[in-house]
DNA sequence: ATGGTGACCTGACCGC
DNA sequence: TGCGGTCAGGTCACCA
């Protein structure tokens, strides 16, 4: 489920039950996810969360003594729930609050992880090397295009890889190239400052555009039903190959590239 | 440095 | 009903 978007709006939606609220007791049933659950994530209990922060899919849980890092992996959620609510299968991992709330991180594939890091979160070993991101002005078609000069790569992987920009995934990569006309296969080096000042407009209108539509359907986070989460958005190409192109009607085609199904239109992205 | 691949996991789905 | 194969929203480590 995670995408940006989704990492977004869970941020959004867990942040009032956790700003300035002390964290009491943090329950680990299962620490095998893509790292182990450090044992120092202990340290955090006792500590007032003061910001629940965003960088890339990271959500960062910020106290004066560190950091919790929550990435959710391909198939991570949280809820906020009563702590006294019994586990289900895959809750993991339990952060309880003084208020008697708890977030609650539920990931049957378990390639989501949650860290400790004590000290400056953005020097973290994950995190230092990122890319800018997609929704600031630091995210800039001059950006991309220097960055991709005599580079070979598939413009859909040099989109997707972490160190040019964060956060835009599979779901996003195929939607932004779709909407900018430009066929994911080629070669990064060999697109133009102009496309790129088209595709970095396209890849924040529909990250931003996903982010109002996912707020939409979060009602209420300490919902036991009805996980929050994506929702039918309307996709143009993502999931549709053999349906006609939204622009052109011809039949969109499908493909691997570094090893991701690609959906586009031959005709629309050049 | 770059780019391609395997690996980490579970669950849903499809065809036999 | 069961079994095997395939696929899935991420991303790091490793090798040529």
């Keep these: 489920m995670p995408e940006l978007p989704e990492v977004e709006v869970s941020r959004q939606g867990i942040r009032p039950y956790l700003e300035n609220q002390r964290i009491s007791k943090i329950v680990v049933r299962d620490d095998r996810l893509r790292w182990p659950v450090p044992i120092t994530l202990q340290d955090a209990v006792g500590c007032v969360v003061h910001e629940v922060a965003r960088r890339a899919k990271y959500l960062l849980l910020k106290t004066d003594k560190g950091t919790i890092m929550i990435h959710l992996g391909m198939s991570g959620s949280l809820r906020v729930l009563n ?13 309880v609050m003084e208020t008697g709330l708890c977030l609650r991180l539920n990931d049957p594939r378990r390639f989501g992880s949650v860290l400790w890091e004590p000290g400056d979160v953005l020097q973290h ?5 990122l890319g800018p991101e997609p929704l600031t002005d630091d995210f800039t078609a001059q950006l991309l295009f220097e960055r991709s000069r005599h580079r070979k790569a598939p413009v859909k992987s040099f989109l997707m890889d972490n160190h040019n920009v964060v956060g835009v995934g599979n ?6 190239l779709f909407t900018a006309g430009i066929n994911p296969k080629r070669a990064a080096g060999n697109i133009s400052l102009a496309r790129y000042k088209v595709l970095v407009d396209d890849v924040k209108d529909v ?8 707020g939409t359907t979060l009602k209420d986070f300490t919902q ?6 994506y929702f ?11 349906k ?4 052109c009607g011809e039949l969109l085609q499908s493909l691997k590239i570094g090893q ?11």
């Design 244 to 247: 006609p192109c939204p622009k």
């Design 224 to 229: 036991t039903d009805g996980k929050p989460g």
């Design 83 to 95: 702590s006294d609510v019994s586990a289900e299968k895959h809750d993991h991992v339990d952060i």
């Design 232 to 242: 039918v958005q309307e996709l143009q190409v993502y999931g549709k190959a053999g």
């Design 207 to 214: 990250l931003a555009k996903a982010i109002k539509q996912g």
């Design 125 to 129: 070993k994950l995190i230092a090397t």
């Design 260 to 270: 991701r199904n690609t959906v586009f239109c031959s005709d629309c992205q050049r």
């Design 171 to 176: 779901i996003y990569a195929n939607e932004a």
